[in-house]
């Protein structure tokens, strides 16, 4: 089998290919970026301020790009600042130290050099919310491909800050799914395509970069968070592509747990993504 990490450097090309490169064009407000001092180095953020901000709390989402990209350009392909300007809610787009993110599989160089990416997402929350009026119960974390992988290693290691984790063509990897032990209970969405040849919808079952599937992943959660047996199905073709949709409602505090799975997709960061996830969490 080829090496996934191999793979993963192709998301940020596949990512363009679904989306355009002027996703962002109509988007307005304000757009910055950051840098700050983390665990002995500079790390950098971009962050998208809708005009509708206004003093009362609200929402922020973190957008994780996928490997050999960057918040900038998760930024100029996810279309994600529009659905903001429209919803009012901030939008920062963190940038690796490198190819990858320490995911937490012990797989890649971030994690065998030991870079504190948790610590610098919750750094950067801090500073984002000392100059913004951030609502400390509405943090969502959006990961694309291995910024997928990412997301759920904060699902897992980092559940109390966030209210929703969405991953999307992005896997959990079974090092992070053996140790996961969240103390909190954000709502947990997967979004991944069939027919996906980078990361498969199948999971990679061995060796150094082992994964679930997406959903085995679906079913982890909802064996963790206590949630009945059994889910609610439906088939949705309103954007042309046919999702089978699988949630899992009533689960233990409240917490949702949802997989659509793409039919005829590939490795891609769907153009609806930014309205459904924000429909999911409730922006």
């Known amino acids: 089998m080829q090496n996934p990490f191999r793979l ?3 998301s940020i090309a596949l990512l363009m290919t679904v989306t355009s490169c002027d996703a962002q064009e109509d988007a307005s407000g304000e757009d910055i970026q950051k840098i700050i001092l983390h665990d002995g180095g500079n790390r950098v953020y971009d962050l998208h301020i809708p005009d509708a901000v206004a003093s009362d709390p609200v929402p922020l989402v973190i957008a994780l790009h996928g ?21 009012g809610f901030l939008v920062a787009y963190p940038t690796a130290t ?16 030991g870079v504190d990416d948790p610590g610098f997402v919750e750094a950067m929350i801090e500073d984002i919310a000392a100059s913004w009026p951030v609502d400390p119960d509405r943090i969502h974390v959006i990961g694309y491909s291995q910024g997928g992988l990412f997301a759920q290693r904060l699902a897992c290691e980092h559940s109390n ?27 947990i969405l ?21 994964t679930l599937g997406v959903y085995e992943a679906f079913l982890f959660w909802r064996e963790t968070y206590e949630c009945p047996f059994g889910t609610e199905r439906a088939s949705d ?6 999702r089978d949709i699988r949630t899992t409602p009533s689960c233990r505090s409240g917490a949702r747990v949802r997989m659509d799975a793409l039919k005829g ?16 969490f409730g922006l």
């Open 161 to 187: 800050v966030f209210a929703g984790v969405a991953t999307v063509a992005g896997l959990m990897s079974l090092p992070v799914a053996g140790r996961c032990d969240p103390s909190g209970s954000p709502d």
């Open 190 to 210: 997967f979004m991944h395509g069939e027919e996906d040849q980078v990361l498969p919808f199948e999971g990679v079952p061995s060796g150094l970069y082992a």
């Open 237 to 242: 073709d309103t954007y042309e592509v046919t």
């Open 265 to 280: 997709v590939g490795h891609a960061w769907p153009p609806f993504a930014p309205a459904e996830m924000a429909d999911f």
């Open 67 to 87: 490997a050999g990209d960057s918040g900038p350009g998760m930024k100029r392909a996810a279309g994600l600042d529009k659905e903001a300007d429209k919803r």
């Open 8 to 10: 993963f450097v192709v």
């Open 98 to 113: 490198g190819v990858n993110w320490a995911e937490g599989c012990d797989c890649v160089r971030p994690d065998i050099d």
